[in-house]
């Protein structure tokens, strides 16, 4: 989609009330650009991303800079993209480009590289080039008659469609066998606890905090693209004398603002495994200058994966952790605590405890374990608990089905009339 970028010499562009810059220069550093100036403007113009008098500034600082690559903190038309690529007279990458390179840098699975070719793909049909000069230099119709150039142009949007379809089919079935696959887990499986986030908020070092595993780590955006799923061992836990069962753990795909459409699909199917998780744990850089705004970020991301049922804030299954604390004043984890009360305040490569008790008390709090004994007659009432219970044992007797479960609280009161202790 774009050319080569690694090491090349980047100017950063952003206009409107909304640019981030410093997000923006994370980015490209992921990318292995090498940032060696910037541009910024209040206002963004719908011709040029830039008005006239900026794009004159920032073709000067291409040129005293030697940038070899101009990248915009916008998705551009390519109308906009083609102004300033002639006022700068360099290569221009839009926002929009330049995360689905990083997706396609880190995806490691075949439905995640079929997600980041289908956006790809996305972002490249309305700017399929063949028509303007190529036109005219092959030569091509008036009002009734198409050239070769035309025909050429025509090709290539079909040819896209046409992978983008069998694309979609695929990862259609990709979807129906994780639903399966998931479907399995959760019949007499273990409770299930999702970590999401802004990007690079530490989740992955979570995972493998919690997990005793060595999953990559490192300070780059995106480094995590699918689901990374471990069973947690379970510990006695809450000073009660009750045990903490075992838990599933699921990794996911890091949140970002300025989410580009392509890539929205992707992010809900990834997403699903949160919707379904009886524990959602929303993970935030505590360090970082732009917290409420990334976790509200989070939030309107799992407002949409969810299906319009907000998430952060309004299920009592949400834990809010904190990360990175240790990078922080003690004055600044006081206002934390102030401002963000029953979160967790941690850092995942020093002691990852705290989460885990919080993790602990949660499933406490929210799963009721019974024994119940659901009639014959009632036979359907037994399928209804697949996917919401974990069935520690089950038997048939002359009465009906005799079932030791755990449920989440909110479901439990639908069994309440077949409990027999």
Do not use: W
């Amino acid at each position: 989609m774009t050319e080569e970028l690694t090491q090349k010499r980047a100017v950063l562009v952003g206009a409107g009330e909304d640019r981030e810059i410093g997000e923006l220069s994370r980015l490209a550093g992921t990318l292995g650009l090498e940032v060696v100036g910037s541009l910024e403007q209040s206002r963004r113009d719908g011709v040029g991303y830039l008005g006239r008098g900026k794009r004159g500034e920032l073709a000067r600082l291409i040129e005293l800079l030697r940038a070899e690559v101009l990248v915009t903190d916008d998705e551009l038309s390519s109308s906009q993209s083609r102004v300033l690529e002639k006022a700068a007279r360099i290569q221009v990458v839009d926002r929009t480009a330049l995360i689905i390179r990083i997706f396609e840098l880190h995806a490691r699975d075949a439905p995640s590289r079929l997600e980041v070719e289908l956006a790809e793909l996305t972002y490249r049909l309305p700017r399929v080039r063949g028509g303007y000069a190529a036109l005219s230099r092959l030569g091509g119709g008036g009002a009734t008659t198409r050239g070769p150039g035309e025909q050429q142009l025509e090709y290539d949007r079909r040819a896209i469609r046409k992978r983008m379809q069998r694309i979609v089919k695929r990862l259609s079935e990709e979807k129906d066998a994780r639903e399966i696959r998931r479907a399995r887990l959760k019949k007499g499986g273990p409770p299930s606890v999702a970590l999401v986030g802004y990007t690079n908020a530490g989740k992955t070092t979570i995972l493998n905090a919690l997990s005793r595993e060595n999953h990559s780590t490192a300070d780059r955006l995106f480094e995590t693209l699918e689901t990374t799923t471990r069973l947690v061992a379970g510990t006695t836990g809450n000073g009660k004398g009750d045990t903490c069962p075992d838990f599933v753990l699921t990794d996911t795909v890091g949140v970002i603002r300025k989410l580009p459409t392509q890539l929205v699909h992707s992010f809900a199917d990834t997403l699903e495994v949160a919707r379904d998780a009886d524990i959602l744990v929303v993970c935030a850089d505590a360090n970082s200058g732009k917290l409420e705004e990334e976790i509200r970020t989070v939030e309107y991301v799992l407002r949409d994966a969810f299906s319009g049922k907000s998430a952060v804030g309004l299920r009592q299954e949400t834990i809010l952790c904190l990360n990175k604390s240790d990078l922080v004043s003690e004055e600044r984890r006081r206002e934390l605590a102030a401002s963000y009360p029953g979160s967790v305040l941690m850092s995942a490569q020093l002691d990852v405890s705290p989460l885990l008790d919080a993790i602990k008390k949660a499933l406490a709090q929210n799963r009721v374990r019974m024994q119940i004994l659901i009639p014959h007659a009632e036979y359907g009432a037994v399928s209804d608990l697949y996917g919401q219970a974990e069935i520690h044992a089950r038997g048939n007797t002359a009465e009906g089905l005799r079932l030791d479960v755990t449920l989440p609280k909110p479901q439990a009161h639908r069994y309440a009339r077949y409990r027999t202790s």
